[in-house]
Nanobody, 120 residues
Framework: QVHLVESGGGLVQAGGSLRLSCAAS??????YAWFRQAPGKEREFVTAINWTGAITYYADSVKGRFTISRDTAKNMVYLQMNSLKPEDTAIYYC???????????????WGQGTQVTVSS
């Protein structure tokens, strides 16, 4: 069983930045991803990174503003979020799986989430 713990969420003004972190309980060479869920909406894909860090996917809505990275030696994955918009407000979830995909079902392990609120 793998445990994922997110941190770094908070309240920020539009145009600001936040850096989310996700700590895994074990060292893994699988794929990490970030998803988010806004109130009343389905959980949606944000970004993913493969085990080497060489391949990344981004949702169109965050491309150019968000950057995913990982430090496998520290069992960590990060999400740098710049130029934040009110529509980025959501709970952000870290996920771990064996497939570099964009679907919820591609990931087996999930954190509890961290709230990001962007004020206008």
């Amino acid at each position: 069983q793998v445990h994922l713990v997110e941190s770094g969420g908070g309240l920020v003004q539009a145009g600001g930045s936040l850096r989310l972190s996700c700590a895994a309980s074990i060292r893994t060479f699988n794929t990490y991803a970030w998803f988010r869920q806004a109130p009343g909406k389905e959980r949606e894909f944000v970004t993913a990174i493969n085990w080497t860090g060489a391949i990344t996917y981004y949702a169109d809505s965050v491309k150019g503003r968000f950057t995913i990275s990982r430090d496998t030696a520290k069992n960590m994955v990060y999400l740098q979020m710049n130029s934040l918009k009110p529509e980025d407000t959501a709970i952000y979830y870290c996920a771990l799986g064996g497939v570099l995909g964009r679907k919820y079902r591609d990931y087996e392990y999930w954190g509890q989430g961290t709230q990001v609120t962007v004020s206008s």
